[in-house]
């Protein structure tokens, strides 16, 4: 399946690449294809209209290169780090620009953070915001404390623990993907 990796930190030194990189790895590894939605590459506007409102092929070109990577996906992976026990705004200003497009697909949820508490409290924000695009959210999801000791620069870690939550994030991910593809192409 192809799988949108999401990201929204834009942070000098930002850690969470880390995860991302180590994600995209994984899902690699599992056969599937992946792309990363990083803001640092993918310079989307704050958002003023979100793509639906604009005429067809007048969205400012970077809305329409990410708009066209998620209508292809079949599942997303969101990463977010917790800022102010909250959603980072570079994630939330993604998100807010689409809609069509995460129509009847999943989502699965991987948090961070520099300290003990993972980002969850952010996590839990994020499932409310993607329900309120049409996403439905895997049941299990990976909180990653400490991220700068659980992951080296290159994304590399030695803990089973996290090799283990995050396998299965992706087989729900694979499952979901699976029956919601199937649902779609049935026209339901
Ligand atoms: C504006 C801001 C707010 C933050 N708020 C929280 C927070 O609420 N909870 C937390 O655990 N860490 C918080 N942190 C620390 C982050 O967990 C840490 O900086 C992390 O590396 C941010 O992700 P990034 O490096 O990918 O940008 C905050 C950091 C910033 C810059």
């Known amino acids: 399946m192809t799988v949108a990796l999401v990201y929204g930190s834009v942070r000098d030194g930002r850690l969470g690449i880390r995860l991302v990189r180590y994600l995209e790895r994984k899902l690699a590894a599992r056969g599937h294809e992946v792309f990363t939605v990083d803001p640092n590459i993918f310079q989307l506007p704050l958002i003023e209209r979100r793509m639906m409102d604009y005429e067809v092929g007048t969205a400012p070109s970077a809305v329409e290169q990410v708009g066209d990577l998620f209508a292809s996906a079949d ?106 593809t199937n649902a779609r192409g049935n026209g339901q």
């Open 75 to 180: 599942a997303f992976l969101f990463v977010t780090g917790e800022y102010n026990y909250s959603v980072p705004p570079a994630l939330s200003n993604i998100v807010a620009h689409y809609i069509e497009q995460f129509h009847h697909k999943v989502a699965g949820l991987a948090s961070y953070s520099y300290g003990p508490f993972a980002g969850v409290r952010a996590m839990e924000q994020l499932r409310s915001l993607l329900a309120g695009v049409g996403l439905v959210t895997t049941p299990r999801s990976l909180p990653v404390p400490a991220v700068h000791e659980v992951f080296d620069e290159n994304g590399d870690t030695t803990r089973e623990d996290v090799d283990s939550w995050t396998n299965d994030v992706l087989s729900d991910l694979e499952w979901y993907a699976g029956a919601l």
